[in-house]
C-alpha cells in the first residue's frame, strides 16, 4: 500500500477529542477523488468514506471510530484501518458490510458507557446477562420475532403475582440495555438497520412496584432500638434520604454547618447532590462531627472500622425485630421514608426529587405522589355524605 497519508486533526485519539462537533466530516484526501472523513457526534466519531465519480459524490460509513473502545479492524477503526477501509470501499464500489456480533456491539457500547457514565456496572451486569443467550449472534439476524422470543423466555412462569411482575420487570430492563446496545451499534455503523429490535413491546404494568416505609412512630421505634453505631447511620438516613453507601463514605468536609447542607460528591447518577438539613440534622451532624477531623469519615462501626458493603443488613434486621416492625425494614426503605413523609405533608414534588438526587420528577411521581394531600381527595372527603351515624370508637389507632 501507498504510503499513508498524514492528518494531524484525525490520526489520534487526543487530536480528535479537541475537535469540535459539527454536521461535515473532518476530510483527508487519500487518492485523487478519494477521501476519508471523521464525523464526530455527541457519542463519539464514526469514520466515513467519499468518492467523486460520474461528477458526483458516493459517501459510505466504515466504521466506529477507536475514540472509547481499542480498534478491532472491523468494527471500531483507528484512522490507519479506516484509511484501509475506505480503499477497499473504493474498489469494491459499495460500503464493507458490517458484521459485527451482539457481542461485539455490546463490549462497543459499554467502553462508550464507561466514558460517559460512572453507574456502569450495572449495566456490564445486564449486558453479560443478555450476551450469555445472544452474544454470537450476529446482529444483522436478528429479527423481531427471535428478539421478542428472548425477552418473553427470560421469565420463568409463576403462581406468585408479585414474583411474576418482578421477572417481567426484569426482563423489561435487559431489553432497555439491549436496545440501547444495538442502537449504539446502528448509529455508529456496525448493523445497517434498527428495526428488528424496535418493533419489540415490553411487558405493560409491571414496572411499578409498591413503595414499602415507615410511619413516623416506626422510626422512632426504629432508632431506639438501633445499637449506637447502627442508630446514627438511621437517625442519618432518616434526616437526608440518603443511601447507605452514600452515608458511609461521606466525610466531616461534606457537612457544611454554615450552610446546613450534606454533599454527596458520589452519587448513583454520578452527580453531585446538596441536601438541605432541618434545626434536627444540623443539630445532629454538629454532634456527630464534634472532635473529628476534616477529611475523617463521619460515620464508622462501634469497633472504629468502616461499614462495609452488606455491614447493615443484620443489625437492621435485629433492630426491626426488637422495634416490633414486621417484615424487617431493609436500609433503603429509610430512603423510602424520608421521602414518603415529605409527600404525605404536601411537599412538592419536584423538591423531593431534588433532595434525593433524582434525575427528573417521573420516578419521585411514580412511587410517592399518591402520598400527596391533593384537592381531589380533599373535595370527595369534604362533600360525601355519610350514609350511617358516626360511632364513638374504643379502638385506638397504633402509630
Known amino acids: ?66 475514540d472509547h473502545a481499542d480498534a478491532d479492524g472491523r468494527a471500531v477503526l483507528s484512522y490507519g484501518q479506516a484509511v484501509e477501509a475506505a480503499l477497499a470501499w473504493a474498489k469494491h464500489d459499495s460500503p464493507l458490510p458490517s458484521d459485527a456480533t451482539v457481542k461485539e456491539i455490546a463490549d462497543a457500547y459499554l467502553e462508550w458507557h464507561k466514558a460517559h457514565s460512572r453507574a456502569w456496572k450495572a449495566t456490564e451486569y445486564k449486558l453479560n446477562t443478555i450476551t450469555t443467550e445472544l452474544g454470537t449472534r450476529k446482529a444483522s439476524a436478528l429479527t423481531t420475532a427471535s428478539v421478542q422470543k428472548w425477552h418473553l423466555e427470560l421469565v420463568e412462569p409463576s403462581d406468585d403475582a408479585e414474583i411474576l411482575r418482578k421477572r417481567k420487570a426484569t426482563a423489561n430492563r435487559l431489553l432497555t440495555v439491549l436496545r440501547a446496545a444495538l442502537n449504539y451499534g446502528w448509529r455508529n455503523g456496525m448493523v445497517a438497520s434498527a428495526e428488528a429490535w424496535r418493533r419489540v413491546r415490553p411487558f405493560k404494568d409491571v414496572d411499578a412496584p409498591r413503595v414499602r416505609f415507615l410511619s413516623a412512630a416506626e422510626c422512632k421505634r426504629l432508632i431506639n432500638a438501633s445499637p449506637a453505631d447502627l442508630r446514627q447511620l438511621v437517625r442519618a438516613a432518616l434526616l437526608t434520604g440518603c443511601r447507605y453507601g452514600e452515608l458511609t463514605r461521606l466525610r466531616v468536609a461534606d457537612y457544611n454547618a454554615d450552610a446546613g447542607t450534606v454533599t454527596i460528591a458520589q452519587t448513583k447518577a454520578g452527580k453531585t447532590r446538596h441536601v438541605p438539613l432541618t434545626d434536627e440534622g444540623r443539630e445532629f451532624f454538629d454532634g456527630v462531627v464534634l472532635g473529628l477531623e476534616h477529611g475523617d469519615l463521619v460515620f464508622r462501626r462501634a469497633d472504629g472500622s468502616e461499614w462495609k458493603a452488606s455491614d447493615q443488613v443484620r443489625p437492621m434486621i435485629e433492630a426491626s425485630t426488637a422495634a416490633k416492625i414486621t417484615p424487617a425494614a431493609s436500609f433503603h426503605v429509610l430512603r423510602h421514608s424520608y421521602a414518603s413523609l415529605l409527600a404525605s405533608k404536601g411537599v412538592a414534588l419536584q423538591v423531593v426529587a431534588i433532595a434525593l438526587g433524582h434525575s427528573d420528577v417521573r420516578m419521585t411521581t411514580r412511587h410517592y405522589s399518591h402520598l400527596r394531600p391533593d384537592h381531589v381527595a380533599k373535595a370527595i372527603r369534604a362533600n360525601l355524605p355519610r350514609f350511617e351515624k358516626k360511632k364513638r370508637s374504643k379502638v385506638a389507632r397504633l402509630g
Not at 477521501?35 to 466504521?63: D, H, I, M, T
Open 1 to 66: 500500500m501507498a504510503r499513508r497519508p498524514r492528518d494531524a486533526r484525525i490520526e489520534s485519539r487526543d487530536a480528535r477529542s479537541r475537535l469540535a462537533r459539527s454536521d461535515e466530516p473532518y476530510w483527508r484526501q487519500i487518492t485523487p477523488g478519494l477521501a476519508v472523513g471523521y464525523s464526530k457526534g455527541a457519542r463519539g466519531g464514526v469514520w466515513r468514506a467519499r468518492a467523486f465519480q460520474g461528477g458526483a459524490y458516493r459517501k459510505g460509513r466504515l466504521g466506529i471510530a477507536d
